[in-house]
């Protein structure tokens, strides 16, 4: 009985003091990419239909900050859809494109020692993205080379603790970017909704 009454709360201390030293995350998330569906620019009236695609995605996370109640981190999302289906009144368009975002910014984590923690999060970075080598009317799409523009994402998401070291993440983030090559004039920027969820590691 004794012992038991040494233990617990060398336990709990143990387990508090881990907790704060925790300042690492690493993240494998996997879930979908699901862009805006676009309108050419006049003199264009081609429209421009975008699938959901399967996205993974990959966050190293590094405490600058620590308020007990919140935290903040520097992180770095990548992001990659290998396959997003377009469908285009365009003949011209690709068949589909693939994605990549690398956006490095700044997480704000309430509560990031209690079993259930909400964050906020924003970066800015680049997007690439490669279209199919087809074109909708089946012939060799010349403009499949790819292209590179700048990126934004912001967005939030849910931590909940399992283990110690290990926790279960719930995310949604827009990911907002320049436009694919459609092979037209499409108005605006390419917004890239992610809805994903996956296993954090703390160290």
Do not use: C, W
Not at 12 to 18: D, P, Q
Not at 34 to 55: E, F, K, N, V, Y
Not at 69 to 92: K, Q
Request: aromatic share 10%; proline share 6%; glycine share 12%.
């Amino acid at each position: 009985m004794k012992l038991r009454f040494v233990l617990v709360p060398f336990i709990m201390a143990l387990t508090a003091v881990s907790a704060f030293a925790q300042k690492n995350e690493i993240g494998v998330l996997i879930g979908g990419l699901s862009p805006l569906d676009r309108d050419g620019r006049a003199p264009s009236i081609s429209s421009i239909a975008i699938g959901t695609g399967l996205a993974y995605q990959v966050n190293f996370a590094h405490r600058i900050v620590n308020a007990h109640l919140a935290a903040l981190y520097i992180e770095v999302p990548i992001v990659g859809a290998p396959n997003t289906d377009v469908n285009s009144s365009n003949v011209f368009s690709p068949r589909s494109y693939s994605s990549l975002f690398i956006t490095p910014g700044l997480k704000l984590k309430a509560l990031p020692v209690a079993g259930i923690s909400p964050y906020l999060a924003a970066g800015v970075g680049f997007a690439r993205f490669s279209g199919s080598g087809s074109r909708q009317d089946g012939q060799p799409n010349t403009s499949s080379g790819g292209s590179t523009t700048g990126a934004f994402n912001f967005g939030g998401g849910l931590d909940m603790k399992v283990a110690p070291f290990i926790s279960v993440r719930g995310e949604i983030r827009d990911y907002i970017s320049g436009n694919p090559e459609f092979n037209l004039s499409v108005s605006g920027k390419q917004h890239s909704v992610m809805f994903a969820g996956g296993v954090v590691l703390r160290f």
